[in-house]
């Protein structure tokens, strides 16, 4: 397993790319998906929710971003939104894995220990009580998941419950991780024009933190580095496919194709028509 966010696939649910990942609230055990697989969940990501998992029982290695963690039941594990993983499991490991949509972050406040570990990641041992709780709580979740209509309310306070019951710990992603996360986010929503406090959020650090690190390893502010990378992609597709210079501001989220030519020539020193693919074969 060596997953990387640009070339693996992205699923609602593993194996699963359809569904509402709008709105998903889902749990399940470790080994409701994972026996289908052969104990083995292959590399992916989940670009619209984020995801933890509870093993009660057994072992397993979690590949998270290129780092390899070795998991030791009891213990939890929480992979961001967007965040490339894979799990392989030992044979008949007990456990849960819950996903839940971003929108979820708004049961907290930005200060709160839970969307820092939601939004950072982060993994630790489970005391007793926490297991019997988390098991409780699963199980009622499980139930609940079966009935119909489902009661959207009651199972997001009881998500919010087991969550709660995690420890409280700060992400152990060291700054220059969190910066590699700000730039695989970055890939991901480059045509959503995201602001910087989207990032900062996503990254678990404030504004200014990610400022200062931006300027460190890049030598440029967070803001640069978006316009930056917009417009190298827009180069790339310029000069290296068919596509016209609507297209390319279409496809990179540009509303406005004149806007799109202003920004092009002030971060390239060129009007995008003397990068086009056919003003290139032109020449």
Not at 54 to 68: D, I, L, P, Y
Not at 192 to 216: D, I, N, T, W
Request: charged residues 25%; glycine residues 6%; aromatic residues 8%.
């Amino acid at each position: 397993m060596s997953p990387t966010a640009a070339n693996v696939p992205s699923f609602t649910l593993y194996g699963d790319p359809g569904g509402d990942s709008l709105a998903l609230m889902h749990i399940e055990t470790i080994a409701a998906r994972s026996v289908l697989h052969d104990w083995e969940i292959a590399d992916h990501r989940h670009d619209r929710s984020f995801q933890v998992l509870v093993v009660q029982k057994g072992q397993a290695v979690a590949q998270v971003a290129g780092r390899t963690e070795a998991l030791q039941a009891p213990c939890f594990l929480c992979v961001p939104q967007g965040e490339a993983h894979g799990f392989r499991f030992e044979p008949g490991t007990e456990g849960f894995v819950v996903t839940l949509s971003s929108d979820f972050l708004a049961r907290t406040t930005e200060v709160d220990p839970l969307r820092r570990l939601l939004t950072a990641g982060g993994q630790g041992d489970l005391s007793k009580d926490a297991v019997a709780r988390i098991d409780w709580l699963a199980t009622e979740l499980l139930r609940l998941s079966q009935d119909w209509p489902f009661d959207e309310r009651l199972a997001g306070s009881l998500f919010e419950a087991l969550l709660r019951s995690l420890p409280d710990r700060r992400s152990d992603l060291p700054l220059d991780q969190r910066l590699t996360r700000f730039r695989r986010l970055l890939e991901q929503h480059l045509p959503e024009h995201r602001p910087v406090s989207f990032y900062a959020a996503q990254v678990g650090l404030s504004q200014r933190s990610l400022a200062r690190l931006c300027m460190q390893h890049f030598g440029c502010t967070p803001r640069q580095a978006i316009s930056r990378r917009l417009a190298l992609e827009a180069q790339r597709m310029l000069r290296h496919t068919a596509a016209s210079v609507f297209q390319t501001s279409d496809a990179l989220g540009f509303k406005d194709p004149s806007y799109f030519s202003r920004f092009y020539l002030r971060e390239t020193g060129r009007r995008p028509q003397r990068d086009t693919a056919a003003a290139a074969a032109a020449d």
